[in-house]
């Protein structure tokens, strides 16, 4: 009775231990890990994410600064303007280092001539701002589209090689070499898609923010046309 008891517990031991060994190998594949064994297709999306990052973070911070705007901005100008200090009114300006500003102070500084010189003036600054704003988004965008492109790449030249390997092999190949080259080649593509997804929805949030931010543009322009056209009290 002992002699089964002590057989049992052995058994069970190794049982446990078994599963020990097959949970820590099982841990111990991790992310990193597993996106070296995707081989050297894995440098340019690994470039390619660092760049995506860098544009979203800088381009997000450069929106985020442009976008702040005092509430009361427009009614000092339209102050200023009607008791014809035209000099306070530029001064505003040039002290509100955004895009609204800088487009009013060129409007400002066209007073007195033709409203259709001075929409084009205004126009004009509105486009190299905007110019400005959108600077990187471009290759924002290809970067959402070829990163999972190129994981594609690399999963096909992975399979090609898989099974290169399982011809090579001949009468001794086996189930571990097909399916360790098929999900080295898989990893590619997880790769390639992890940085094309974060690539889209970072472009996407951008250009809503600076859609939102051309909108306050316009409906301001077009408050100070109509300030050129209100009769001084």
Do not use: W
Request: include cysteine.
């Amino acid at each position: 009775m002992m002699f089964n008891i002590l057989l049992q517990s052995g058994a069970a031991a190794d049982t446990a231990n078994t599963l020990v060994a097959q949970s820590t190998q099982a841990e111990g594949l991790s992310f990193f890990s597993l996106m070296v064994k995707g081989g050297p297709i894995m440098i340019p999306l690994a470039v390619l994410s660092v760049l995506a990052i860098y544009i979203f973070v800088e381009r997000y911070i450069a929106i985020r600064k442009a976008s702040k705007y005092d509430l009361n901005f427009m009614n000092r100008i339209r102050e200023y303007i009607h008791e014809g200090k035209i000099d306070s009114a530029l001064e505003l300006c040039r002290h509100n280092e955004t895009p609204i500003a800088r487009m009013i102070e060129k409007g400002i500084e066209r007073i007195g001539r033709p409203l259709n010189d001075v929409n084009t003036a205004i126009e004009n600054v509105g486009n190299l701002e905007i110019a400005k704003l959108e600077k990187g988004l471009p290759l924002l965008a290809t970067v959402s589209g070829g990163a999972p492109m190129i994981g594609f790449l690399g999963t096909v030249v992975g399979m090609i090689d898989a099974f290169y390997k399982m011809s090579a092999a001949g009468n001794n190949l086996n189930i571990g070499l097909l399916s360790n080259g098929i999900y080295i080649a898989m990893v590619t593509t997880v790769g390639g898609l992890i940085v094309g997804i974060m690539a889209y929805f970072g472009y996407n949030i951008l250009v809503a923010r600076i859609e939102k931010l051309v909108y306050n543009m316009e409906a301001n322009t077009m408050v100070f046309m109509d300030l050129l056209n209100e009769p001084v009290k």
